[in-house]
């Protein structure tokens, strides 16, 4: 299993400025995921990010809105910019430590637009 | 596109009742399949999985899952529920080598004591 650490854990944020959330695992794991769960809704994929690559955005995000970095194989860091009252959501970082694993989730980061 | 569809978004159930949630895929080939729970104000656990095998699959705290490939449905149950059963439950499936994981709606239920 992964142990996995998000921070902040929750923010409350002003319209048009942006956060940088970060996620923390205590093991080398290649494949790690940002989730996005809006308010009475399921689990939404933002991205796939990989050490050493680009990360790949799921249909409707993009990453001038939600860039990411993956510095290294422990760590990832997801950055929601220009906030507006819509990107009131938590935020998930997941990781999956073979393909025939299941995912393991962080906390979650739960940001509020003003 | 591969889906996964939860037919109930809001269960009240008593004690000692039996559970059932609806799970159904839209994916015609090979599929890992998993019930995530999530207590109030908790992280996503796992409660089962399934990758091959005996298509009856038994998690903790007493749920269990059948696969039935025919009908692409990955059943959620549980013969006497607790009102520490209250939660959010969601089915997500992925392929192996394939398609990344997606989630179904979820499904809250909620337990009277």
């Known amino acids: 299993s992964a142990v996995i650490s998000q921070k902040p854990s929750r923010d409350i944020c002003q319209r048009g400025t942006s956060l940088t959330i970060q996620c923390q695992v205590d093991s080398q794991v290649t494949m790690m995921f940002w989730y996005r769960q809006q308010p009475g809704q399921s689990l939404t994929l933002i991205a796939t990010a990989n050490q050493g690559s680009e990360a790949t955005y799921e249909s409707g995000f993009v990453i001038d809105k939600f860039p990411i970095s993956r510095p290294n194989l422990t760590f990832s860091t997801l950055t929601v910019s220009n906030m507006s009252p819509e990107d009131s959501s938590i935020y998930l970082c997941s990781v999956e430590l073979d393909s025939n694993q299941p995912q393991h989730f962080g906390d979650g980061t739960r940001l509020s637009i003003l | 596109a591969q889906s996964v569809s939860q037919h109930n978004h809001h269960v009240i159930l008593s004690e000692a009742a039996s559970l059932e949630l609806g799970c159904n895929y839209s994916y015609g080939g090979t599929v890992n399949l998993f019930w995530y729970v999530q207590y109030p104000g908790q992280h996503l656990q796992l409660l089962l999985k399934?990758?091959?095998?005996?298509?009856l699959v038994k998690g903790i705290k007493g749920f269990e899952a059948e696969f039935i490939k025919s009908k692409f449905s990955f059943n959620l149950r549980k013969p006497s529920v607790q009102w520490s059963d209250t939660a959010e439950y969601f089915c997500?499936?992925?392929?192996?080598?394939?398609?990344?994981?997606?989630f179904g709606a979820g499904t809250r239920l909620f337990v009277k004591a």
């Open positions: 997500a499936v992925n392929a192996p080598g394939g398609f990344k994981t997606i």
């Open positions: 399934y990758f091959s095998g005996d298509p």
